[in-house]
């Protein structure tokens, strides 16, 4: 399984980015996988951001970031995305993508495959 995630750049305060994650495996099935972002800061461990089941039927997010991103799939593209909005100089940090065959719930953190990350940067 290969996760790749794109779209980190640098954004002034209060802008939006939107990342984006293509899924892609030769026995790979998208929508058998629970799809999850995760994001480390320097210096920090790497934290939960958000995540999506399957069908997309229910989100979970991080409390600092519940009311500025959402989580989004796209199972006929095997896309997963995370659009942040009103971003702030604490969300700087690599965001990664990652994918679970297991059912996945609110307090899910253990993945079973991880992408390589994408940098955002937010300037003050």
């Known amino acids: 399984v290969q996760l790749q995630a794109s779209g980190g750049g640098l954004v002034q305060a209060g802008g939006s980015l939107r990342l984006s994650c293509a899924a892609s495996?030769?026995?790979?099935?998208?929508?058998?996988?629970?799809m999850g972002w995760f994001r480390q800061a320097p210096g920090q461990e790497r934290e939960f951001v958000a995540s999506i089941r399957r069908d997309g039927s229910q989100t979970y997010y991080l409390d600092s970031v519940k009311d500025r991103f959402t989580v989004s799939r796209d199972n006929a593209v095997n896309t997963v995305y995370l659009q942040m909005n009103s971003l702030k100089p604490e969300d700087t940090a690599v965001y990664y993508c990652?994918?679970?065959?297991?059912?996945?719930?609110?307090?899910?953190?253990?993945?079973?495959?991880w992408g390589q990350g994408t940098l955002v940067t937010v300037s003050s």
């Open positions: 495996g030769r026995t790979f099935t998208f929508s058998s996988y629970g």
């Open positions: 990652a994918a679970r065959s297991r059912n996945l719930m609110s307090y899910t953190r253990s993945f079973d495959y």
